[in-house]
């Protein structure tokens, strides 16, 4: 069983950057597709970013990212930590949220940030934007 494990979040000022990390245990991160969604309160939960399965498939884009984080999040993975990192720069009030790691084990070329495709979730980390 893929258990993840998101950590990282904490209070950070606008303009301020954090970084998350989503790690597992016992099993090879780099097999899945990983995901970051968020929920902020009395919102749905929604995608955020996501990178591909490592190894093959080079043609294809190793990671994606919603339109309201694009130029200012990064996705990475480091295989020999079986951790995958989500780098945010330049928060905003509206980034505060619950973000959530979660895994997808469909053999795919790339990845997408449809929720019902993942499989494994974590825990969540509160991630809070404030002055």
């Known amino acids: 069983q893929l258990q993840l494990v998101e950590s990282g979040g904490g209070l950070v000022q606008p303009g301020g950057s954090l970084r998350l990390s989503c790690a597992a245990s016992?099993?090879?991160?780099?097999?899945?597709?990983i995901g970051w969604f968020r929920q902020a309160p009395g919102k749905e939960r929604e995608g955020v970013s996501c990178?591909?399965?490592?190894?093959?498939?080079?043609?294809?884009?190793?990671?994606y990212y919603a339109g309201s984080v694009k130029g200012r999040f990064t996705i990475s993975r480091d295989d020999a930590k079986n951790t995958v990192y989500l780098q945010m720069n330049t928060l905003r009030p509206e980034d505060t949220a619950v973000y959530y790691c979660?895994?997808?084990?469909?053999?795919?070329?790339?990845?997408?940030?449809?929720?019902?495709?993942?499989?494994?979730w974590g825990q969540g980390t509160q991630v809070t934007v404030s002055s």
């Open positions: 979660a895994a997808d084990s469909t053999v795919q070329p790339l990845c997408d940030l449809n929720i019902r495709g993942y499989d494994y």
């Open positions: 016992r099993v090879t991160l780099g097999d899945y597709a």
């Open positions: 990178i591909k399965r490592s190894g093959g498939w080079p043609v294809y884009a190793d990671s």
